[in-house]
């Protein structure tokens, strides 16, 4: 496959064949911009007045906290806690409509999503072209393991302006991979819930010992943060 500063990321992203690409793919973008913010970033006047601004998801201020040293992470929080004391709570009251505006505002962004949002777009314009000018990608395509439930309509939706019959066998392949691996899973969870059956006592319990882990990340494209064993009962 030829390489140029648009393919070098998809390749890094397709190649593994492990998982969904376009889950690994936001992976990438996530650990990029985390660790963008939390380095010398945070002291560039024009982001850190978007992070005021815009604030962080909990997925996403879990990521800087990880990435960020505690200090790089409270110079961000001292900015953003007083843009919103700011707001909200003002010396000269504010009105509680306004603040209730600001309040759901802020309740659903993130400087982090946004960016992501941005740069996803135009990944996968760079996918969909080179799905129809690519021959290996187009084979590499085909043989991903899988695409989540999450990305299969973001996916398609970004493929809407292909020509017609290139859509068609565009749409065949991803949902191949998305249907064939939906179909694993509910083998694999029936498969599950009938090991606790008195009559399976003992019996192989196949690859469905973390059916109910994989069927979550396929759904949210979020691995579960709380695993338990196969056998173990609910706390």
Known sequence: ?????????????????????????????????????????????DVREETNRLGFCEEH??????????????????????EVQ??????????IKKSLSQWERRKHSCFVCENIEKNTAHLLETVVKLWQDDGEFRTLYSQQEYICFSHYGMVLQAAQKMPKKNFALFEEATTRLTKSYLETLCGDVTHFCRMFDYRNAG??????RDAIERSIHWLTSREPQDRQKADEKNR
């Open 1 to 45: 496959m030829r390489e140029d500063l648009c393919s070098i990321p998809i390749n890094d992203v397709f190649l593994p064949k492990d998982g969904c690409p376009f889950c690994r793919m936001r992976d990438m973008l996530e650990d990029r911009m985390a660790t963008y913010i939390t380095g010398a970033a945070m002291m560039e006047p």
């Open 61 to 82: 201020f879990n990521q800087i906290l990880a990435r960020g040293s505690r200090l790089s992470v409270a110079l961000i929080l001292e900015s953003l806690l007083a």
């Open 86 to 95: 700011t707001e909200l709570f003002s010396q000269n009251r504010t009105p």
């Open 203 to 208: 019996g192989d319990w196949g690859n469905s």
